[in-house]
Protein backbone atom coordinates (compact mmCIF):
# COMPACT_ATOMS: atom_id res chain seq x y z
CA UNK A 1 0.00 0.00 0.00
CA UNK A 2 1.00 3.77 -0.58
CA UNK A 3 0.14 6.94 1.39
CA UNK A 4 -0.85 9.97 -0.14
CA UNK A 5 -0.43 13.25 1.74
CA UNK A 6 -1.92 16.00 -0.79
CA UNK A 7 -2.41 19.83 -0.06
CA UNK A 8 -5.31 20.91 -1.81
CA UNK A 9 -6.68 24.78 -2.58
CA UNK A 10 -10.15 24.79 -0.78
CA UNK A 11 -11.85 25.10 -4.39
CA UNK A 12 -10.64 21.86 -5.57
CA UNK A 13 -10.44 19.57 -2.51
CA UNK A 14 -14.29 18.28 -3.62
CA UNK A 15 -12.89 17.09 -7.08
CA UNK A 16 -9.51 15.53 -5.34
CA UNK A 17 -12.10 13.45 -2.85
CA UNK A 18 -14.23 12.18 -5.48
CA UNK A 19 -11.34 11.29 -7.52
CA UNK A 20 -9.58 9.13 -5.12
CA UNK A 21 -13.64 7.83 -4.05
CA UNK A 22 -14.23 6.65 -7.59
CA UNK A 23 -10.51 5.32 -7.86
CA UNK A 24 -10.43 1.44 -7.45
CA UNK A 25 -7.76 0.72 -4.88
CA UNK A 26 -8.07 3.47 -2.27
CA UNK A 27 -9.08 3.75 1.13
CA UNK A 28 -8.85 5.55 4.63
CA UNK A 29 -10.06 8.64 2.99
CA UNK A 30 -9.26 12.04 6.12
CA UNK A 31 -9.80 15.59 4.88
CA UNK A 32 -8.85 18.19 7.07
CA UNK A 33 -10.22 21.70 6.27
CA UNK A 34 -7.89 24.21 6.85
CA UNK A 35 -5.33 22.56 7.66
CA UNK A 36 -2.44 23.18 5.61
CA UNK A 37 -0.52 26.49 5.84
CA UNK A 38 2.13 26.85 3.63
CA UNK A 39 0.87 26.31 0.65
CA UNK A 40 -2.29 26.86 2.79
CA UNK A 41 -5.24 24.80 1.73
CA UNK A 42 -6.59 21.86 3.04
CA UNK A 43 -5.19 18.31 3.94
CA UNK A 44 -6.26 15.46 2.31
CA UNK A 45 -4.86 11.92 3.49
CA UNK A 46 -5.42 8.30 1.86
CA UNK A 47 -4.17 4.91 1.23
CA UNK A 48 -3.72 3.35 -1.81
CA UNK A 49 -2.92 0.12 -3.46
CA UNK A 50 0.16 0.10 -5.02
CA UNK A 51 -1.35 -1.01 -8.23
CA UNK A 52 -3.93 1.82 -8.41
CA UNK A 53 -1.34 4.34 -7.07
CA UNK A 54 -0.16 5.29 -10.48
CA UNK A 55 -3.90 5.99 -12.18
CA UNK A 56 -4.42 7.76 -9.15
CA UNK A 57 -1.16 10.09 -9.16
CA UNK A 58 -2.07 10.92 -12.51
CA UNK A 59 -5.54 12.04 -12.04
CA UNK A 60 -4.20 14.21 -9.02
CA UNK A 61 -1.34 15.94 -11.88
CA UNK A 62 -4.55 16.53 -14.47
CA UNK A 63 -6.23 18.20 -11.66
CA UNK A 64 -3.34 20.35 -10.99
CA UNK A 65 -2.41 19.52 -7.38
CA UNK A 66 1.26 18.94 -7.74
CA UNK A 67 0.84 22.86 -8.92
CA UNK A 68 -1.48 24.56 -7.11
CA UNK A 69 -0.51 22.45 -3.88
CA UNK A 70 1.31 19.32 -3.25
CA UNK A 71 1.66 15.54 -3.40
CA UNK A 72 3.53 13.14 -1.37
CA UNK A 73 4.23 9.17 -1.35
CA UNK A 74 5.24 7.21 0.88
CA UNK A 75 5.32 3.39 1.09
CA UNK A 76 3.42 1.78 3.69
CA UNK A 77 6.04 -0.95 5.19
CA UNK A 78 3.06 -2.49 7.39
CA UNK A 79 -0.95 -1.95 7.22
CA UNK A 80 -3.33 -3.96 9.55
CA UNK A 81 -6.61 -2.90 8.34
CA UNK A 82 -9.54 -4.90 6.63
CA UNK A 83 -10.43 -2.33 4.18
CA UNK A 84 -6.89 -2.15 2.86
CA UNK A 85 -6.71 -5.64 2.34
CA UNK A 86 -9.96 -5.50 0.50
CA UNK A 87 -8.29 -2.19 -1.35
CA UNK A 88 -5.30 -4.35 -2.36
CA UNK A 89 -8.01 -7.42 -3.53
CA UNK A 90 -10.12 -4.64 -5.88
CA UNK A 91 -6.93 -3.38 -7.28
CA UNK A 92 -6.24 -4.76 -10.90
CA UNK A 93 -3.13 -6.79 -10.87
CA UNK A 94 -0.56 -7.64 -8.49
CA UNK A 95 1.50 -4.66 -6.58
CA UNK A 96 4.84 -6.42 -7.63
CA UNK A 97 4.06 -5.73 -10.82
CA UNK A 98 2.99 -2.26 -10.16
CA UNK A 99 4.60 0.53 -12.03
CA UNK A 100 4.69 3.87 -10.40
CA UNK A 101 5.76 6.01 -13.71
CA UNK A 102 5.78 9.37 -11.45
CA UNK A 103 8.04 7.91 -9.15
CA UNK A 104 10.44 6.39 -11.86
CA UNK A 105 10.98 9.71 -13.64
CA UNK A 106 11.89 11.51 -10.78
CA UNK A 107 14.31 8.56 -9.62
CA UNK A 108 15.99 8.29 -12.83
CA UNK A 109 15.71 12.36 -13.12
CA UNK A 110 17.86 12.43 -9.69
CA UNK A 111 20.07 9.49 -11.05
CA UNK A 112 21.13 10.62 -14.56
CA UNK A 113 22.30 13.89 -13.67
CA UNK A 114 26.01 14.91 -13.65
CA UNK A 115 27.65 15.68 -10.46
CA UNK A 116 30.72 15.47 -8.49
CA UNK A 117 29.52 12.81 -6.33
CA UNK A 118 28.55 10.70 -9.52
CA UNK A 119 31.68 11.88 -11.33
CA UNK A 120 33.51 10.75 -8.24
CA UNK A 121 32.31 7.25 -7.90
CA UNK A 122 32.18 6.18 -12.00
CA UNK A 123 36.36 7.71 -11.36
CA UNK A 124 37.15 5.40 -8.88
CA UNK A 125 34.90 2.85 -9.89
CA UNK A 126 37.30 2.69 -13.22
CA UNK A 127 40.28 3.03 -11.05
CA UNK A 128 39.46 -0.09 -9.56
CA UNK A 129 38.74 -1.91 -11.97
CA UNK A 130 42.00 -0.67 -13.90
CA UNK A 131 44.38 -2.37 -11.04
CA UNK A 132 41.69 -5.36 -11.51
CA UNK A 133 42.39 -6.19 -15.24
CA UNK A 134 46.03 -5.36 -14.63
CA UNK A 135 46.29 -7.61 -11.66
CA UNK A 136 43.70 -10.51 -13.31
CA UNK A 137 41.96 -10.27 -10.17
CA UNK A 138 37.86 -11.32 -10.65
CA UNK A 139 37.67 -10.12 -7.07
CA UNK A 140 38.03 -6.26 -7.78
CA UNK A 141 36.74 -6.51 -11.37
CA UNK A 142 33.38 -7.32 -8.95
CA UNK A 143 33.99 -4.64 -6.61
CA UNK A 144 34.25 -2.15 -9.33
CA UNK A 145 30.92 -3.23 -11.14
CA UNK A 146 28.66 -2.78 -8.30
CA UNK A 147 30.53 0.56 -7.06
CA UNK A 148 29.73 2.39 -10.87
CA UNK A 149 26.71 4.09 -10.63
CA UNK A 150 25.93 4.01 -14.67
CA UNK A 151 22.69 2.18 -14.35
CA UNK A 152 20.77 5.41 -13.59
CA UNK A 153 21.75 7.50 -16.38
CA UNK A 154 21.03 4.18 -18.89
CA UNK A 155 17.63 4.11 -17.03
CA UNK A 156 16.79 7.50 -17.44
CA UNK A 157 17.71 7.57 -20.70
CA UNK A 158 15.56 4.67 -21.63
CA UNK A 159 12.41 5.99 -19.17
CA UNK A 160 13.14 9.36 -21.53
CA UNK A 161 12.78 7.19 -25.00
CA UNK A 162 9.66 5.36 -23.57
CA UNK A 163 7.57 8.97 -22.17
CA UNK A 164 9.07 11.18 -24.91
CA UNK A 165 11.02 13.39 -22.87
CA UNK A 166 14.10 15.31 -24.69
CA UNK A 167 15.47 17.03 -22.23
CA UNK A 168 15.58 14.09 -19.56
CA UNK A 169 17.57 12.05 -22.52
CA UNK A 170 20.01 14.72 -22.76
CA UNK A 171 20.46 14.70 -19.46
CA UNK A 172 20.87 10.89 -19.14
CA UNK A 173 22.81 10.56 -21.93
CA UNK A 174 25.30 13.63 -20.55
CA UNK A 175 25.94 12.34 -17.53
CA UNK A 176 26.46 8.59 -19.48
CA UNK A 177 28.97 9.88 -21.69
CA UNK A 178 30.98 12.65 -19.70
CA UNK A 179 31.10 10.27 -16.83
CA UNK A 180 32.74 7.65 -19.24
CA UNK A 181 34.92 9.99 -20.78
CA UNK A 182 35.95 12.17 -17.05
CA UNK A 183 36.67 8.75 -15.50
CA UNK A 184 38.74 7.33 -18.93
CA UNK A 185 40.76 10.43 -18.63
CA UNK A 186 41.26 9.76 -15.05
CA UNK A 187 42.08 6.56 -14.96
CA UNK A 188 44.96 7.03 -18.03
CA UNK A 189 46.48 8.88 -15.87
CA UNK A 190 46.11 6.86 -13.07
CA UNK A 191 47.60 4.30 -14.86
CA UNK A 192 50.93 6.10 -16.26
CA UNK A 193 51.45 6.94 -12.64
CA UNK A 194 51.35 3.35 -11.25
CA UNK A 195 53.56 2.77 -14.33
CA UNK A 196 55.87 5.59 -13.25
CA UNK A 197 56.09 4.00 -9.96
CA UNK A 198 56.20 0.08 -11.35
CA UNK A 199 52.82 -0.90 -9.94
CA UNK A 200 51.80 -1.39 -13.55
CA UNK A 201 53.60 -2.70 -16.12
CA UNK A 202 52.99 -3.39 -19.92
CA UNK A 203 54.04 -7.08 -19.17
CA UNK A 204 51.01 -7.83 -16.91
CA UNK A 205 48.74 -5.97 -19.65
CA UNK A 206 49.98 -8.18 -22.13
CA UNK A 207 50.18 -11.62 -20.01
CA UNK A 208 47.32 -14.28 -20.57
CA UNK A 209 44.34 -12.99 -18.14
CA UNK A 210 42.11 -15.91 -17.81
CA UNK A 211 40.13 -14.07 -15.45
CA UNK A 212 39.89 -10.68 -17.39
CA UNK A 213 40.76 -11.58 -20.92
CA UNK A 214 36.77 -11.57 -21.16
CA UNK A 215 36.90 -7.54 -20.99
CA UNK A 216 38.42 -6.97 -24.20
CA UNK A 217 36.79 -10.06 -26.01
CA UNK A 218 33.36 -8.71 -27.17
CA UNK A 219 30.69 -11.34 -28.41
CA UNK A 220 27.56 -12.52 -29.24
CA UNK A 221 27.25 -13.24 -25.17
CA UNK A 222 28.26 -9.65 -24.30
CA UNK A 223 25.19 -8.59 -26.21
CA UNK A 224 22.99 -11.12 -25.11
CA UNK A 225 24.00 -10.55 -21.29
CA UNK A 226 23.86 -6.90 -21.44
CA UNK A 227 20.19 -7.69 -22.58
CA UNK A 228 19.64 -9.63 -19.82
CA UNK A 229 20.92 -7.47 -17.21
CA UNK A 230 19.06 -4.86 -18.55
CA UNK A 231 15.65 -5.73 -18.06
CA UNK A 232 16.53 -7.62 -14.64
CA UNK A 233 17.53 -3.82 -14.31
CA UNK A 234 14.81 -2.03 -15.14
CA UNK A 235 12.29 -4.47 -13.73
CA UNK A 236 14.11 -3.61 -10.28
CA UNK A 237 13.54 -0.63 -10.55
CA UNK A 238 9.79 0.09 -11.54
CA UNK A 239 8.92 -3.03 -8.77
CA UNK A 240 11.02 -1.12 -6.22
CA UNK A 241 12.79 -3.90 -5.45
CA UNK A 242 16.47 -2.57 -5.79
CA UNK A 243 18.59 -5.27 -4.52
CA UNK A 244 18.43 -6.87 -7.65
CA UNK A 245 20.77 -3.79 -9.32
CA UNK A 246 23.85 -5.15 -7.50
CA UNK A 247 23.10 -8.37 -9.30
CA UNK A 248 22.74 -6.24 -12.67
CA UNK A 249 25.36 -3.85 -11.65
CA UNK A 250 28.15 -7.32 -11.96
CA UNK A 251 26.94 -8.56 -14.66
CA UNK A 252 27.65 -6.29 -17.46
CA UNK A 253 31.10 -5.11 -18.60
CA UNK A 254 30.96 -1.55 -18.71
CA UNK A 255 33.03 0.04 -16.15
CA UNK A 256 35.74 -3.12 -16.51
CA UNK A 257 35.98 -2.12 -20.63
CA UNK A 258 36.10 1.58 -19.52
CA UNK A 259 39.20 0.34 -17.45
CA UNK A 260 41.14 -1.92 -19.58
CA UNK A 261 41.01 0.49 -22.52
CA UNK A 262 42.46 3.79 -20.42
CA UNK A 263 45.08 1.25 -19.56
CA UNK A 264 45.44 0.15 -22.87
CA UNK A 265 45.81 3.16 -24.43
CA UNK A 266 48.12 4.62 -21.65
CA UNK A 267 50.73 1.41 -22.97
CA UNK A 268 49.85 2.70 -26.63
CA UNK A 269 48.03 -0.62 -27.08
CA UNK A 270 45.04 0.55 -29.44
CA UNK A 271 44.00 -3.23 -30.47
CA UNK A 272 43.17 -4.07 -26.91
CA UNK A 273 41.69 -0.46 -26.26
CA UNK A 274 39.71 -0.71 -29.37
CA UNK A 275 38.26 -4.03 -28.37
CA UNK A 276 37.89 -3.11 -24.81
CA UNK A 277 35.62 0.26 -26.30
CA UNK A 278 33.31 -2.53 -28.29
CA UNK A 279 32.97 -4.09 -25.30
CA UNK A 280 32.00 -0.77 -23.48
CA UNK A 281 29.53 -0.07 -26.53
CA UNK A 282 28.25 -3.47 -26.87
CA UNK A 283 26.85 -3.15 -23.53
CA UNK A 284 25.60 -0.07 -23.21
CA UNK A 285 23.40 -0.32 -26.48
CA UNK A 286 22.16 -3.87 -25.05
CA UNK A 287 20.85 -2.71 -21.64
CA UNK A 288 19.36 0.67 -23.76
CA UNK A 289 17.30 -1.79 -25.86
CA UNK A 290 16.33 -3.99 -22.89
CA UNK A 291 15.11 -1.66 -20.44
CA UNK A 292 13.54 0.35 -23.30
CA UNK A 293 11.15 -2.46 -24.26
CA UNK A 294 10.61 -3.65 -21.10
CA UNK A 295 9.17 -0.49 -20.00
CA UNK A 296 7.30 -0.48 -23.26
CA UNK A 297 6.31 -3.94 -22.44
CA UNK A 298 4.85 -2.82 -18.98
CA UNK A 299 3.18 0.35 -20.28
CA UNK A 300 1.47 -1.74 -22.87
CA UNK A 301 0.68 -4.27 -20.03
CA UNK A 302 -0.89 -1.99 -17.35
CA UNK A 303 -2.71 -0.17 -20.04
CA UNK A 304 -5.04 -3.24 -20.92
CA UNK A 305 -5.10 -3.95 -17.41
CA UNK A 306 -6.64 -0.90 -16.58
CA UNK A 307 -9.04 -1.13 -19.79
CA UNK A 308 -10.21 -4.47 -18.19
CA UNK A 309 -11.08 -2.93 -14.74
CA UNK A 310 -12.60 -0.17 -16.73
CA UNK A 311 -14.63 -2.04 -18.55
CA UNK A 312 -15.74 -4.65 -15.51
CA UNK A 313 -16.34 -1.76 -13.29
CA UNK A 314 -18.92 -0.33 -16.15
CA UNK A 315 -20.88 -3.46 -15.70
Same mark, same amino acid.
Given at each position: ???????? #????????????? &????????? /????????????? /???????????????????????????????????????????????? #??????????????????????????????????????????????????????? /?????????????????????????????????????????????????? /??????????????????????????????????????????????????????????? #????????AFSFTEYLQAWRSTEQLLLNLLGIIVAGTL????? &????????????? &????
Open positions: MLHLRLIT #PADRTDDVVRLIE &KTVGTTHLA /VLPGAARNPAGDL /VLCDVAREAGDELLGGLRTLGIDECGSIAVENIDLSLSKRADKAEDEA #PGEGADAVLWEHLTDATHEESTLSVTYLAFITLATMIAACGVVLDNAILIVGAMA /VGPEFGPLAGFCTALVHRQPRLALRSLTALLAGFAVAMVATFAFSLFMDG /VDLFSLQQLDADRPNTSFIYAPDWFSFIVAVLAGAAGTLSLTSAKSGALVGVAISVTTV #PAAANAAVTLLAQ &KYFWARQRARTAA &KNAL
